[in-house]
């Protein structure tokens, strides 16, 4: 199976090009981005060394799904997906924070939360909660998004404070932050699924605030099953889920958590194959639809073929 790990494109207009952990971002005339979901995957800040085929096609599709299902809530970047594995949107200038939302406490939160802290993000968390125990409301833990490296927490009154969001942006963020979830969650349900937190990202066009980049896929999100939360909530087993969280698992088993002097461990064409076939099924559950594989030899030819064309149309 092919995966597109690197591109390199010169389309019409083209300005500059922004490669990220997991998408490539082309400026169109400062006007558009042409937004390519790579096959590449990363955990803990790294890009891991092996693309995982069909991924890219995935993540796309899943997050220009949500996109159009939002577009009541708040306006959003998306203009056409001229591709499987493209977007191509408005250029908004992004905010310097991710806004984080958390209806259960677990993962990060859940690791900080046991080693004793009962405060994130300036948010207080009540005493004797236990691992994936739902929060009474969700919480929005927010996160400086960084040029390189780690994002780092960050509070509301430190964000304002620093000026990176105005205090008008960010309480309309916030707000839009709260109804994404709501309406995430209730989809979610409809499919069995319990979303357990996410992130948005929002950036700013003539005044105007947009919801940017991707929503809820399970790069950016955490999924439970509904069916048996409960009792394995009860028993403090592990929940299943559908999000990236294997990946990480499987890592750290392997002694590998992103800091220095760690080595990736061997990703085999059977263990990449495998997390194919695992993001195949997160598809299929957060859509509620048969993923569709979209075969083809070079990734890159056809791209370029379809975003050109769509580029010189417009």
Not at 171 to 193: D, H, N
């Given at each position: 199976m092919k995966a597109l790990v690197r591109t390199d494109f010169n389309f019409p207009g083209q300005k500059s090009v922004y490669h990220g952990k997991v998408r490539d971002v082309y400026n169109i005339n400062d006007d558009l981005l042409v937004m390519v979901a790579t096959d590449r995957i990363s955990a803990f800040d790294v890009i891991l060394p092996k693309g995982i085929p069909f991924k890219g096609q995935m993540l796309n599709q899943i997050a220009s799904k949500f996109l159009d299902a939002t577009a009541d809530i708040v306006p959003n970047w998306k203009i056409a997906t001229p591709d499987p594995m493209v977007t191509v949107g408005l250029k908004c200038e992004g905010f310097r924070v991710e806004m984080i939302i958390r209806g259960y406490l677990t993962g990060s939160a859940w690791r900080e939360y046991k080693a004793g802290c009962r405060s994130l993000c300036g948010v207080t968390l009540p005493e004797g909660m236990k691992e994936n125990q739902k929060f009474p409301t969700p919480i929005i833990t927010p996160t400086t998004k960084a040029e390189a490296g780690h994002d780092e927490n960050i509070s509301k009154e430190e964000i304002i404070a620093q000026g990176l969001v105005s205090k008008e942006d960010y309480e309309l963020m916030e707000q839009y932050t709260y109804a994404l979830f709501e309406r995430g969650t209730k989809i979610a349900a409809e499919k069995g699924l319990i979303l357990v937190d996410t992130k948005y990202e929002f950036g700013?066009?003539?005044?105007?605030?947009?919801?940017?980049?991707?929503?809820?896929?399970?790069?950016s999100s955490r999924y439970f099953y509904a069916d048996g939360y409960e009792e394995k909530f009860e028993k403090g087993e592990p929940q299943k889920q559908l999000s990236k969280e294997f990946v990480r698992q499987w890592l750290i088993e392997h002694d590998f958590m992103g800091k220095p002097g760690q080595q990736v461990p061997e990703m085999t064409e059977e263990y990449v194959n495998s997390v194919s076939e695992r993001y195949i099924e997160l598809y299929e559950h957060i859509v509620g639809e048969r993923f569709e594989k979209v075969e083809c030899n070079d990734l890159a030819a056809r791209i370029e073929k379809n975003v050109t064309e769509f580029l010189k149309s417009r």
């Amino acid at each position: 199976m092919k995966a597109l790990v690197r591109t390199d494109f010169n389309f019409p207009g083209q300005k500059s090009v922004y490669h990220g952990k997991v998408r490539d971002v082309y400026n169109i005339n400062d006007d558009l981005l042409v937004m390519v979901a790579t096959d590449r995957i990363s955990a803990f800040d790294v890009i891991l060394p092996k693309g995982i085929p069909f991924k890219g096609q995935m993540l796309n599709q899943i997050a220009s799904k949500f996109l159009d299902a939002t577009a009541d809530i708040v306006p959003n970047w998306k203009i056409a997906t001229p591709d499987p594995m493209v977007t191509v949107g408005l250029k908004c200038e992004g905010f310097r924070v991710e806004m984080i939302i958390r209806g259960y406490l677990t993962g990060s939160a859940w690791r900080e939360y046991k080693a004793g802290c009962r405060s994130l993000c300036g948010v207080t968390l009540p005493e004797g909660m236990k691992e994936n125990q739902k929060f009474p409301t969700p919480i929005i833990t927010p996160t400086t998004k960084a040029e390189a490296g780690h994002d780092e927490n960050i509070s509301k009154e430190e964000i304002i404070a620093q000026g990176l969001v105005s205090k008008e942006d960010y309480e309309l963020m916030e707000q839009y932050t709260y109804a994404l979830f709501e309406r995430g969650t209730k989809i979610a349900a409809e499919k069995g699924l319990i979303l357990v937190d996410t992130k948005y990202e929002f950036g700013k066009k003539d005044g105007k605030v947009y919801l940017i980049d991707e929503i809820h896929t399970p790069d950016s999100s955490r999924y439970f099953y509904a069916d048996g939360y409960e009792e394995k909530f009860e028993k403090g087993e592990p929940q299943k889920q559908l999000s990236k969280e294997f990946v990480r698992q499987w890592l750290i088993e392997h002694d590998f958590m992103g800091k220095p002097g760690q080595q990736v461990p061997e990703m085999t064409e059977e263990y990449v194959n495998s997390v194919s076939e695992r993001y195949i099924e997160l598809y299929e559950h957060i859509v509620g639809e048969r993923f569709e594989k979209v075969e083809c030899n070079d990734l890159a030819a056809r791209i370029e073929k379809n975003v050109t064309e769509f580029l010189k149309s417009r």
